[in-house]
């Protein structure tokens, strides 16, 4: 599983030029899985979501997580994430799952965050054409692979 974690102001979806999911200050999550992802990988991607310190405290130091500052999270399935990109000038995206495995790992996914007592969680729509809007703060962007958590 990857994701790219994006501390924002603000962020939304829309879908067919239309609103459908809209948060303030929190994170924007793009994630993708592999065919080979399974509960494991959610979990620990959940947990680390949830509690990396990307918020300053007042000195100015990242101390605080989403949970810390009762933020909100945005996911958005991104399975371009995968893409495969050393042959050639098209990406392959043959290492990403099919919508049968990906679509119950990422409300697997959801589902975890949702535990969470505090933190709102918007998503987008699996599969969707979607236009996402956002205001990074920082800029502050973190890319994690759950193959990389040693």
Do not use: C
């Amino acid at each position: 599983m990857r994701t790219i974690i994006q501390r924002v102001t603000e962020a939304s979806v829309h879908i067919g030029g239309k609103p459908h999911a809209a948060i303030g200050l929190g994170l924007l999550v793009l994630a993708g899985f592999e065919a080979a992802d399974h509960s494991e990988e959610v979990n620990w991607m959940a947990h680390k979501v949830l509690n990396l310190r990307l918020f300053n405290d007042e000195q100015g130091v990242p101390n605080y997580s989403v949970v810390d500052q009762q933020g909100s999270i945005l996911v958005v399935s991104q399975f371009t994430l995968h893409a495969l990109t050393k042959k050639g000038n098209r990406p392959s995206y043959i290492k990403a799952a099919r919508p049968e495995t990906a679509i119950p790992l990422y409300n697997e996914f959801v589902d975890v965050l949702k535990q969470q007592p505090g933190i709102t969680i918007a998503t987008g729509v699996f599969g969707a054409d979607m236009q996402v809007h956002l205001v990074n703060d920082g800029p502050v962007t973190i890319f994690v692979d759950s193959l990389n958590r040693m």
